[in-house]
Protein backbone atom coordinates (compact mmCIF):
# COMPACT_ATOMS: atom_id res chain seq x y z
CA UNK A 1 0.00 0.00 0.00
CA UNK A 2 1.41 3.59 -0.99
CA UNK A 3 2.63 5.58 2.18
CA UNK A 4 1.05 8.88 0.36
CA UNK A 5 -2.06 10.33 1.80
CA UNK A 6 -5.26 8.54 -0.34
CA UNK A 7 -7.28 11.86 -1.65
CA UNK A 8 -10.78 11.70 -2.29
CA UNK A 9 -11.76 14.09 -4.96
CA UNK A 10 -15.42 14.97 -5.74
CA UNK A 11 -17.55 17.89 -6.76
CA UNK A 12 -21.50 18.25 -7.13
CA UNK A 13 -20.74 19.42 -10.90
CA UNK A 14 -20.90 15.64 -12.35
CA UNK A 15 -17.83 13.79 -13.11
CA UNK A 16 -17.57 15.71 -16.97
CA UNK A 17 -16.84 19.22 -15.32
CA UNK A 18 -13.62 20.86 -15.77
CA UNK A 19 -13.74 22.20 -12.44
CA UNK A 20 -13.24 18.76 -11.38
CA UNK A 21 -9.89 17.83 -13.97
CA UNK A 22 -8.24 20.80 -12.36
CA UNK A 23 -9.06 19.45 -9.19
CA UNK A 24 -7.39 15.92 -9.97
CA UNK A 25 -4.77 17.55 -11.29
CA UNK A 26 -3.45 19.25 -8.42
CA UNK A 27 -4.19 16.67 -5.96
CA UNK A 28 -2.18 14.39 -7.95
CA UNK A 29 0.91 16.57 -6.53
CA UNK A 30 -0.40 15.73 -3.09
CA UNK A 31 -1.13 12.17 -2.72
CA UNK A 32 -2.93 9.43 -4.42
CA UNK A 33 -6.08 10.61 -5.85
CA UNK A 34 -9.52 8.75 -6.38
CA UNK A 35 -12.70 10.48 -7.57
CA UNK A 36 -16.54 9.59 -7.19
CA UNK A 37 -19.34 11.50 -8.93
CA UNK A 38 -22.37 11.38 -10.28
CA UNK A 39 -22.99 11.40 -14.33
CA UNK A 40 -25.44 14.68 -13.80
CA UNK A 41 -25.23 17.96 -11.87
CA UNK A 42 -26.10 17.70 -8.23
CA UNK A 43 -26.02 21.47 -8.01
CA UNK A 44 -28.41 22.69 -4.96
CA UNK A 45 -28.40 19.24 -3.53
CA UNK A 46 -27.13 19.97 0.05
CA UNK A 47 -26.42 17.67 2.71
CA UNK A 48 -28.88 15.56 0.80
CA UNK A 49 -28.51 11.84 1.37
CA UNK A 50 -30.42 8.83 -0.57
CA UNK A 51 -32.90 6.88 1.50
CA UNK A 52 -35.18 5.46 -0.77
CA UNK A 53 -33.60 3.66 -3.72
CA UNK A 54 -30.13 1.98 -3.46
CA UNK A 55 -26.84 3.39 -4.61
CA UNK A 56 -24.34 1.96 -7.11
CA UNK A 57 -21.06 3.04 -7.47
CA UNK A 58 -19.23 1.91 -10.73
CA UNK A 59 -15.06 2.42 -12.05
CA UNK A 60 -15.58 4.10 -14.97
CA UNK A 61 -12.22 5.59 -17.78
CA UNK A 62 -10.01 7.01 -15.71
CA UNK A 63 -9.33 11.03 -15.17
CA UNK A 64 -5.98 12.19 -15.38
CA UNK A 65 -4.92 8.86 -15.01
CA UNK A 66 -6.56 8.20 -11.39
CA UNK A 67 -9.05 5.59 -10.51
CA UNK A 68 -12.32 6.71 -11.51
CA UNK A 69 -16.24 5.80 -9.90
CA UNK A 70 -19.52 6.88 -11.40
CA UNK A 71 -22.47 6.83 -8.65
CA UNK A 72 -26.07 7.68 -8.67
CA UNK A 73 -26.21 9.13 -5.47
CA UNK A 74 -25.86 12.79 -3.94
CA UNK A 75 -22.49 14.35 -3.35
CA UNK A 76 -23.10 13.31 0.47
CA UNK A 77 -23.81 9.60 -0.57
CA UNK A 78 -20.76 9.58 -2.52
CA UNK A 79 -18.41 10.33 0.32
CA UNK A 80 -20.50 8.55 2.55
CA UNK A 81 -19.78 5.55 0.41
CA UNK A 82 -16.21 6.12 -0.22
CA UNK A 83 -15.58 5.59 2.91
CA UNK A 84 -17.14 1.86 3.36
CA UNK A 85 -16.49 -0.47 1.26
CA UNK A 86 -15.36 1.23 -1.99
CA UNK A 87 -12.17 1.11 -1.55
CA UNK A 88 -9.53 -1.03 0.06
CA UNK A 89 -8.24 2.54 1.84
CA UNK A 90 -10.28 5.18 3.86
CA UNK A 91 -9.53 8.45 2.71
CA UNK A 92 -7.26 10.82 4.57
CA UNK A 93 -8.43 13.85 2.93
CA UNK A 94 -11.56 14.86 0.68
CA UNK A 95 -11.69 17.75 -1.40
CA UNK A 96 -14.49 19.15 -3.61
CA UNK A 97 -14.74 21.07 -6.58
CA UNK A 98 -13.59 23.30 -8.13
CA UNK A 99 -17.10 24.65 -8.15
CA UNK A 100 -18.52 26.75 -11.19
CA UNK A 101 -19.50 29.34 -9.49
CA UNK A 102 -19.06 30.63 -5.69
CA UNK A 103 -20.60 29.34 -2.99
CA UNK A 104 -20.09 31.62 -0.38
CA UNK A 105 -22.77 33.41 2.80
CA UNK A 106 -25.53 31.35 2.94
CA UNK A 107 -25.27 29.60 -0.34
CA UNK A 108 -22.59 27.20 2.32
CA UNK A 109 -26.49 25.50 3.23
CA UNK A 110 -27.43 24.71 -0.17
CA UNK A 111 -24.39 23.52 -1.60
CA UNK A 112 -23.62 20.46 -2.72
CA UNK A 113 -19.78 21.12 -3.19
CA UNK A 114 -20.06 21.90 0.51
CA UNK A 115 -22.53 18.96 1.60
CA UNK A 116 -19.40 17.19 0.35
CA UNK A 117 -16.97 19.10 2.25
CA UNK A 118 -19.11 18.73 5.36
CA UNK A 119 -19.76 15.13 5.50
CA UNK A 120 -15.72 14.61 4.87
CA UNK A 121 -15.41 16.11 7.92
CA UNK A 122 -17.60 14.26 9.50
CA UNK A 123 -15.75 11.41 8.60
CA UNK A 124 -13.32 13.03 10.65
CA UNK A 125 -10.32 13.87 7.88
CA UNK A 126 -9.69 17.55 6.95
CA UNK A 127 -11.70 18.40 3.91
CA UNK A 128 -12.61 21.12 1.84
CA UNK A 129 -14.67 22.56 -0.70
CA UNK A 130 -13.20 24.93 -3.83
CA UNK A 131 -15.60 27.15 -5.80
CA UNK A 132 -14.50 29.24 -8.16
CA UNK A 133 -16.50 32.94 -8.75
CA UNK A 134 -17.07 32.13 -12.42
CA UNK A 135 -19.89 30.27 -14.16
CA UNK A 136 -18.80 30.82 -17.12
CA UNK A 137 -18.39 27.29 -19.58
CA UNK A 138 -14.59 28.96 -20.72
CA UNK A 139 -13.98 30.09 -17.10
CA UNK A 140 -10.10 30.31 -16.37
CA UNK A 141 -9.29 28.02 -13.73
CA UNK A 142 -4.81 28.21 -13.80
CA UNK A 143 -4.72 30.91 -10.93
CA UNK A 144 -7.42 28.52 -8.94
CA UNK A 145 -5.10 26.17 -9.21
CA UNK A 146 -2.54 28.41 -7.15
CA UNK A 147 -4.91 29.11 -4.59
CA UNK A 148 -6.13 25.22 -4.25
CA UNK A 149 -2.20 24.34 -3.84
CA UNK A 150 -1.82 26.95 -1.54
CA UNK A 151 -4.91 25.97 0.90
CA UNK A 152 -4.22 22.20 0.71
CA UNK A 153 -0.33 22.82 1.43
CA UNK A 154 -1.45 24.79 4.69
CA UNK A 155 -4.15 21.70 5.25
CA UNK A 156 -1.62 18.97 5.17
CA UNK A 157 0.82 20.91 7.41
CA UNK A 158 -1.64 22.01 9.46
CA UNK A 159 -4.22 19.56 10.10
CA UNK A 160 -8.39 20.83 10.57
CA UNK A 161 -10.18 20.45 14.15
CA UNK A 162 -11.80 17.29 14.09
CA UNK A 163 -15.41 18.10 12.33
CA UNK A 164 -14.60 21.32 10.76
CA UNK A 165 -14.31 21.78 6.62
CA UNK A 166 -13.11 24.99 5.07
CA UNK A 167 -15.53 26.75 2.60
CA UNK A 168 -13.13 28.36 -0.08
CA UNK A 169 -14.17 30.91 -2.91
CA UNK A 170 -11.60 31.90 -5.45
CA UNK A 171 -12.70 35.13 -7.48
CA UNK A 172 -12.35 35.38 -10.93
CA UNK A 173 -8.66 36.93 -12.57
CA UNK A 174 -5.97 37.36 -10.46
CA UNK A 175 -6.70 36.74 -6.44
CA UNK A 176 -4.95 39.58 -4.21
CA UNK A 177 -4.08 37.38 -1.66
CA UNK A 178 -6.28 34.92 0.80
CA UNK A 179 -8.31 36.08 3.64
CA UNK A 180 -9.62 34.23 6.47
CA UNK A 181 -13.39 34.96 6.83
CA UNK A 182 -16.54 34.46 8.66
CA UNK A 183 -19.75 34.02 6.82
CA UNK A 184 -21.19 36.58 5.09
CA UNK A 185 -25.14 37.66 7.03
CA UNK A 186 -27.45 37.37 3.85
CA UNK A 187 -29.76 35.33 1.69
CA UNK A 188 -31.25 34.76 -1.78
CA UNK A 189 -34.24 36.92 -2.37
CA UNK A 190 -36.32 34.81 -5.03
CA UNK A 191 -37.35 35.44 -7.94
CA UNK A 192 -40.14 32.99 -9.67
CA UNK A 193 -40.76 33.00 -13.48
CA UNK A 194 -44.16 32.11 -13.78
CA UNK A 195 -44.85 30.22 -17.03
CA UNK A 196 -47.58 28.19 -18.56
CA UNK A 197 -46.52 24.64 -20.62
CA UNK A 198 -48.27 23.68 -23.96
CA UNK A 199 -50.92 21.78 -21.62
CA UNK A 200 -52.14 25.21 -19.98
CA UNK A 201 -50.65 24.63 -16.41
CA UNK A 202 -48.36 26.75 -14.67
CA UNK A 203 -45.07 25.68 -13.51
CA UNK A 204 -42.17 28.23 -11.93
CA UNK A 205 -38.89 28.70 -12.30
CA UNK A 206 -36.67 29.73 -9.58
CA UNK A 207 -34.07 32.34 -9.91
CA UNK A 208 -32.89 35.41 -7.67
CA UNK A 209 -30.89 37.68 -6.45
CA UNK A 210 -28.44 37.98 -3.05
CA UNK A 211 -28.88 40.51 -0.24
CA UNK A 212 -26.09 41.11 1.20
CA UNK A 213 -27.50 42.37 5.25
CA UNK A 214 -23.75 43.50 5.68
CA UNK A 215 -22.40 45.15 2.83
CA UNK A 216 -18.63 46.55 3.46
CA UNK A 217 -17.88 44.09 6.36
CA UNK A 218 -14.44 43.24 5.97
CA UNK A 219 -14.32 40.20 7.73
CA UNK A 220 -17.00 38.50 5.50
CA UNK A 221 -16.17 36.07 3.05
CA UNK A 222 -18.20 38.39 0.23
CA UNK A 223 -16.44 41.44 1.22
CA UNK A 224 -13.36 39.82 0.08
CA UNK A 225 -14.55 38.27 -2.77
CA UNK A 226 -15.56 41.71 -4.47
CA UNK A 227 -12.71 42.93 -3.20
CA UNK A 228 -10.54 40.47 -5.40
CA UNK A 229 -9.10 38.36 -2.23
CA UNK A 230 -9.97 34.33 -1.87
CA UNK A 231 -12.13 33.63 0.97
CA UNK A 232 -11.85 30.85 3.71
CA UNK A 233 -14.16 30.13 5.83
CA UNK A 234 -14.49 27.10 8.88
CA UNK A 235 -17.32 25.77 8.71
CA UNK A 236 -19.14 24.00 11.59
CA UNK A 237 -20.88 21.24 12.12
CA UNK A 238 -22.92 22.43 15.51
CA UNK A 239 -26.02 24.28 13.94
CA UNK A 240 -27.29 25.38 17.72
CA UNK A 241 -27.39 29.19 18.26
CA UNK A 242 -26.00 29.56 21.30
CA UNK A 243 -26.76 33.29 22.51
CA UNK A 244 -30.85 32.40 21.83
CA UNK A 245 -30.19 29.23 23.91
CA UNK A 246 -29.72 31.54 27.17
CA UNK A 247 -32.76 33.48 25.72
CA UNK A 248 -34.90 30.66 25.37
CA UNK A 249 -34.14 29.08 29.11
CA UNK A 250 -36.89 31.77 30.18
CA UNK A 251 -39.43 30.92 28.28
CA UNK A 252 -42.34 29.13 30.22
CA UNK A 253 -43.49 25.88 28.71
CA UNK B 1 -57.98 39.69 4.37
CA UNK B 2 -57.91 37.40 8.28
CA UNK B 3 -56.42 39.52 11.18
CA UNK B 4 -55.14 35.82 12.21
CA UNK B 5 -51.22 34.63 11.71
CA UNK B 6 -51.37 33.25 8.01
CA UNK B 7 -48.87 29.92 8.91
CA UNK B 8 -47.64 27.48 6.47
CA UNK B 9 -47.23 23.81 7.62
CA UNK B 10 -45.12 21.98 5.65
CA UNK B 11 -43.85 18.33 6.18
CA UNK B 12 -40.86 16.30 4.19
CA UNK B 13 -42.70 12.72 4.36
CA UNK B 14 -45.37 14.19 2.11
CA UNK B 15 -48.63 15.09 1.78
CA UNK B 16 -50.18 11.45 2.57
CA UNK B 17 -48.34 11.54 6.13
CA UNK B 18 -50.22 11.20 9.30
CA UNK B 19 -47.42 13.82 10.94
CA UNK B 20 -48.44 16.38 8.76
CA UNK B 21 -52.44 16.21 9.57
CA UNK B 22 -51.68 16.27 12.90
CA UNK B 23 -49.90 19.27 12.75
CA UNK B 24 -52.37 20.91 10.62
CA UNK B 25 -54.88 20.07 13.47
CA UNK B 26 -52.90 21.94 16.06
CA UNK B 27 -51.82 24.75 14.08
CA UNK B 28 -55.46 25.54 12.92
CA UNK B 29 -56.11 26.58 16.28
CA UNK B 30 -53.32 29.36 16.14
CA UNK B 31 -54.21 30.98 12.96
CA UNK B 32 -55.29 30.23 8.93
CA UNK B 33 -53.25 27.64 7.87
CA UNK B 34 -52.42 26.63 4.47
CA UNK B 35 -50.45 23.39 3.75
CA UNK B 36 -47.71 22.84 1.30
CA UNK B 37 -45.52 19.10 0.53
CA UNK B 38 -44.59 16.80 -1.88
CA UNK B 39 -46.58 13.51 -3.51
CA UNK B 40 -43.52 11.12 -2.51
CA UNK B 41 -41.41 11.47 0.64
CA UNK B 42 -38.40 14.28 0.50
CA UNK B 43 -37.05 12.38 3.55
CA UNK B 44 -33.04 12.96 3.91
CA UNK B 45 -33.52 16.00 1.20
CA UNK B 46 -31.39 18.31 4.14
CA UNK B 47 -31.62 22.33 2.77
CA UNK B 48 -31.72 20.74 -1.19
CA UNK B 49 -33.23 23.24 -3.61
CA UNK B 50 -34.39 22.35 -7.52
CA UNK B 51 -31.98 24.13 -10.35
CA UNK B 52 -32.48 21.78 -13.06
CA UNK B 53 -36.41 21.65 -13.17
CA UNK B 54 -39.22 24.34 -13.13
CA UNK B 55 -41.32 23.40 -9.77
CA UNK B 56 -44.91 22.90 -9.89
CA UNK B 57 -47.43 23.80 -7.15
CA UNK B 58 -51.13 22.37 -7.61
CA UNK B 59 -53.88 23.11 -5.16
CA UNK B 60 -55.55 19.23 -3.97
CA UNK B 61 -58.11 18.40 -2.17
CA UNK B 62 -58.41 20.13 1.54
CA UNK B 63 -56.47 18.63 4.62
CA UNK B 64 -58.74 19.04 7.14
CA UNK B 65 -60.62 22.01 5.52
CA UNK B 66 -57.29 24.13 4.75
CA UNK B 67 -56.19 24.99 1.15
CA UNK B 68 -53.73 22.42 0.70
CA UNK B 69 -50.92 22.70 -2.14
CA UNK B 70 -48.64 19.43 -4.24
CA UNK B 71 -45.45 20.66 -5.39
CA UNK B 72 -43.15 18.30 -6.97
CA UNK B 73 -40.19 20.19 -5.22
CA UNK B 74 -37.68 19.87 -2.38
CA UNK B 75 -39.77 21.09 1.40
CA UNK B 76 -37.15 24.35 0.76
CA UNK B 77 -38.37 24.67 -2.47
CA UNK B 78 -41.71 24.34 -0.98
CA UNK B 79 -41.08 27.29 1.16
CA UNK B 80 -39.70 29.67 -1.07
CA UNK B 81 -42.32 28.82 -3.70
CA UNK B 82 -44.95 29.60 -0.58
CA UNK B 83 -43.36 33.01 -0.06
CA UNK B 84 -42.99 33.90 -3.80
CA UNK B 85 -46.00 34.46 -5.76
CA UNK B 86 -48.33 31.37 -4.46
CA UNK B 87 -50.61 32.72 -2.06
CA UNK B 88 -51.89 36.21 -1.81
CA UNK B 89 -50.07 36.73 1.94
CA UNK B 90 -46.54 35.84 2.92
CA UNK B 91 -46.38 33.36 5.84
CA UNK B 92 -46.30 34.72 9.51
CA UNK B 93 -44.91 31.49 10.42
CA UNK B 94 -43.50 28.26 8.77
CA UNK B 95 -44.42 25.15 10.74
CA UNK B 96 -42.79 21.74 9.72
CA UNK B 97 -43.45 18.12 10.78
CA UNK B 98 -44.32 16.48 12.48
CA UNK B 99 -42.06 14.15 11.38
CA UNK B 100 -42.05 10.42 11.71
CA UNK B 101 -38.59 9.96 13.67
CA UNK B 102 -36.18 12.03 15.30
CA UNK B 103 -33.90 14.85 13.73
CA UNK B 104 -32.18 14.76 16.77
CA UNK B 105 -28.18 16.05 17.18
CA UNK B 106 -26.18 15.64 13.28
CA UNK B 107 -29.26 14.73 11.44
CA UNK B 108 -30.46 18.72 11.62
CA UNK B 109 -27.90 18.37 8.76
CA UNK B 110 -29.75 15.83 6.47
CA UNK B 111 -33.34 16.43 7.37
CA UNK B 112 -36.00 17.92 4.82
CA UNK B 113 -38.06 18.59 8.19
CA UNK B 114 -35.51 20.78 9.38
CA UNK B 115 -34.32 22.25 6.02
CA UNK B 116 -37.69 23.57 5.51
CA UNK B 117 -37.63 25.51 9.37
CA UNK B 118 -34.43 26.45 8.01
CA UNK B 119 -35.38 28.34 4.94
CA UNK B 120 -38.66 29.93 7.12
CA UNK B 121 -36.26 31.53 9.30
CA UNK B 122 -34.14 32.97 6.45
CA UNK B 123 -37.33 34.20 5.28
CA UNK B 124 -37.81 36.35 8.57
CA UNK B 125 -40.22 34.55 10.24
CA UNK B 126 -40.37 32.07 13.18
CA UNK B 127 -39.94 28.78 12.14
CA UNK B 128 -39.69 25.39 14.03
CA UNK B 129 -39.27 21.75 12.74
CA UNK B 130 -41.07 19.05 14.60
CA UNK B 131 -40.47 15.09 14.97
CA UNK B 132 -41.52 12.65 16.75
CA UNK B 133 -39.25 9.70 17.79
CA UNK B 134 -41.25 6.99 16.33
CA UNK B 135 -40.94 5.83 13.03
CA UNK B 136 -44.05 3.38 13.51
CA UNK B 137 -47.10 3.49 11.09
CA UNK B 138 -49.24 3.65 14.25
CA UNK B 139 -47.57 6.15 16.63
CA UNK B 140 -49.40 7.68 19.05
CA UNK B 141 -49.04 11.55 18.39
CA UNK B 142 -51.95 12.59 20.80
CA UNK B 143 -49.53 13.36 23.32
CA UNK B 144 -46.99 15.05 21.03
CA UNK B 145 -49.69 17.44 19.77
CA UNK B 146 -50.04 18.88 22.96
CA UNK B 147 -46.28 19.45 22.89
CA UNK B 148 -46.64 21.56 19.82
CA UNK B 149 -49.21 23.49 21.19
CA UNK B 150 -47.30 24.53 24.31
CA UNK B 151 -44.32 25.21 22.26
CA UNK B 152 -46.05 27.40 19.29
CA UNK B 153 -47.65 29.33 21.73
CA UNK B 154 -44.41 30.59 23.30
CA UNK B 155 -43.48 31.41 19.61
CA UNK B 156 -46.39 32.94 19.53
CA UNK B 157 -46.00 35.22 22.34
CA UNK B 158 -42.32 35.43 22.25
CA UNK B 159 -41.20 35.36 18.58
CA UNK B 160 -37.75 34.27 17.76
CA UNK B 161 -34.83 36.02 16.87
CA UNK B 162 -34.07 37.05 13.08
CA UNK B 163 -32.27 33.71 11.29
CA UNK B 164 -32.90 31.46 13.89
CA UNK B 165 -35.62 28.35 14.09
CA UNK B 166 -36.44 25.54 16.70
CA UNK B 167 -35.51 21.81 16.19
CA UNK B 168 -37.95 20.01 18.50
CA UNK B 169 -37.90 16.80 19.16
CA UNK B 170 -40.23 14.81 20.92
CA UNK B 171 -40.06 11.32 22.61
CA UNK B 172 -42.22 7.89 22.36
CA UNK B 173 -44.87 7.87 25.22
CA UNK B 174 -45.61 10.79 27.64
CA UNK B 175 -43.10 13.67 28.33
CA UNK B 176 -41.30 14.33 31.25
CA UNK B 177 -41.52 17.91 30.27
CA UNK B 178 -39.37 20.04 28.02
CA UNK B 179 -35.78 21.19 27.54
CA UNK B 180 -33.83 23.61 25.82
CA UNK B 181 -30.71 21.45 24.86
CA UNK B 182 -27.77 22.09 22.45
CA UNK B 183 -26.83 20.21 19.13
CA UNK B 184 -25.29 16.72 20.53
CA UNK B 185 -21.86 16.09 19.20
CA UNK B 186 -22.24 12.32 17.16
CA UNK B 187 -22.49 11.22 13.37
CA UNK B 188 -24.34 8.47 11.72
CA UNK B 189 -21.86 5.50 11.29
CA UNK B 190 -22.67 4.12 7.77
CA UNK B 191 -23.32 0.64 7.06
CA UNK B 192 -23.98 -0.27 3.23
CA UNK B 193 -25.32 -3.45 2.95
CA UNK B 194 -23.48 -4.83 -0.88
CA UNK B 195 -26.30 -6.61 -3.07
CA UNK B 196 -26.24 -8.60 -6.62
CA UNK B 197 -29.18 -7.27 -8.78
CA UNK B 198 -30.57 -9.78 -11.21
CA UNK B 199 -28.26 -8.16 -13.87
CA UNK B 200 -25.25 -9.33 -11.64
CA UNK B 201 -24.42 -5.30 -10.57
CA UNK B 202 -23.56 -4.49 -7.50
CA UNK B 203 -25.69 -2.11 -5.34
CA UNK B 204 -25.34 -0.62 -1.45
CA UNK B 205 -28.34 -0.15 0.69
CA UNK B 206 -27.48 2.77 3.34
CA UNK B 207 -27.90 1.62 6.80
CA UNK B 208 -26.20 2.47 9.79
CA UNK B 209 -26.70 3.65 13.96
CA UNK B 210 -25.96 6.68 15.80
CA UNK B 211 -22.59 7.64 17.56
CA UNK B 212 -22.78 9.82 20.49
CA UNK B 213 -19.98 11.24 20.92
CA UNK B 214 -20.91 13.10 24.72
CA UNK B 215 -22.89 10.15 26.18
CA UNK B 216 -24.54 11.26 29.19
CA UNK B 217 -24.26 14.71 28.70
CA UNK B 218 -27.18 16.57 30.12
CA UNK B 219 -27.03 19.89 28.12
CA UNK B 220 -27.62 17.95 25.35
CA UNK B 221 -31.09 16.76 22.90
CA UNK B 222 -29.94 13.34 22.70
CA UNK B 223 -29.93 13.03 26.85
CA UNK B 224 -33.04 14.95 26.81
CA UNK B 225 -34.92 12.24 24.44
CA UNK B 226 -33.11 9.40 26.03
CA UNK B 227 -34.68 10.54 29.12
CA UNK B 228 -37.69 11.01 27.94
CA UNK B 229 -37.50 15.10 27.88
CA UNK B 230 -38.85 17.05 24.43
CA UNK B 231 -35.70 18.58 23.50
CA UNK B 232 -35.71 22.46 21.91
CA UNK B 233 -32.50 23.03 20.02
CA UNK B 234 -32.62 26.71 18.52
CA UNK B 235 -30.64 26.41 15.28
CA UNK B 236 -28.73 29.18 13.21
CA UNK B 237 -27.79 29.50 9.53
CA UNK B 238 -24.34 30.51 10.43
CA UNK B 239 -21.97 27.86 9.98
CA UNK B 240 -18.70 29.84 10.83
CA UNK B 241 -16.37 27.88 13.20
CA UNK B 242 -15.40 31.27 15.57
CA UNK B 243 -13.15 29.18 17.29
CA UNK B 244 -11.24 27.96 13.99
CA UNK B 245 -11.34 31.21 13.05
CA UNK B 246 -8.93 32.32 15.17
CA UNK B 247 -6.56 29.43 14.38
CA UNK B 248 -6.52 30.02 10.76
CA UNK B 249 -4.86 33.34 10.95
CA UNK B 250 -1.64 31.86 11.89
CA UNK B 251 -1.34 30.09 8.75
CA UNK B 252 1.03 30.51 6.16
CA UNK B 253 -0.65 31.41 2.28
Excluded at 49 to 59: G, H, K, S, Y
Excluded at 68 to 91: A, E
Excluded at 114 to 138: C, R
Aim: glycine share 8%.
Amino acid sequence: MSDKPFILVTNDDGIHARGLQELVEVMKFFGDVVVISSETSMSGKSCAITVDQPLRAVEIEKILGVPTYKSNGTPVDSVKLSFNSLFDRTPDFVVSGINHGANSSISVIYSGTMGAAIEGSLHGVPSVGFSLDDYSSGADFSKAKIIVAKIFQNVLENGLPPFTCLNVNIPKGKPKGIKVCRQTHGKWMEEFEKRTDPHGREYHWLSGYFKNFEEGSAETDIYALENNFVSVVPVAVDMTCYKTLEELQNWKF
